[in-house]
């Protein structure tokens, strides 16, 4: 019985180690990845080396996910602002629409069951909480949560150093 379904077009760096039942096709995933159970990543997304894609997944069209990432269980990208079903009353196809990218920076973190609408960058070292709507650009270092997501504080390795000693700002 085949439990993995990937297709001969993915691009698959050295040391990526991939669980049962995934769905991968025309996506590349860089070294050292690692993609959890029930995991699908679309054609024309990409991940980076070192990351971590937990199970229950879903990484559409557009993605782009820098090194060192960590996306949580559930984690649910979204690359159209409007979708549609229908085009003139026929099925759409991928000439009715145009993709819409998203963006994480590199070593950010994405909680569980969080959704990433279209047109959203991740900044930098950001963490997004679990169960978050993504519905704008989230600052490098910076920790969101909520529905819409709004920034909680920004991370202390993420504050600007003030002085020649190198002391960081605020508490």
């Given at each position: ?5 990937i ?97 994480i ?27 978050s ?8 270092g ?7 997501a ?6 202390k ?15």
């Amino acid at each position: 019985m085949e439990r993995r379904c990937i297709s001969p077009d993915v691009k698959l760096g050295p040391g990526v180690k991939i669980f049962d039942f995934v769905n991968l096709y025309g996506c590349e995933i860089g070294a050292g990845t690692k993609i959890g159970t029930f995991v699908e990543i679309q054609k024309n997304a990409r991940i980076g080396c070192h990351c971590k894609i937990s199970s229950h997944t879903f990484i559409c069209e557009g993605v782009t996910i820098a090194d060192e990432v960590f996306v949580g269980h559930g984690v649910m990208f979204i690359n159209d602002t409007y979708p549609r079903a229908t085009a003139n009353g026929k099925l759409q196809t991928e000439a009715d629409w145009t993709v819409e990218p998203i963006r994480i920076g590199k070593g950010a973190s994405i909680g569980s069951n969080a959704t990433i609408l279209s047109r959203v960058t991740v900044g930098e070292g950001a963490i997004v909480g679990a169960g978050s709507v993504v519905t704008r650009d989230v600052p490098a270092g910076a920790i969101v949560a909520g529905n819409p997501a709004r920034v909680l504080r920004l991370l202390k390795e993420a504050r600007p150093k003030i002085g020649s000693q190198g002391t960081k700002a605020g508490p």
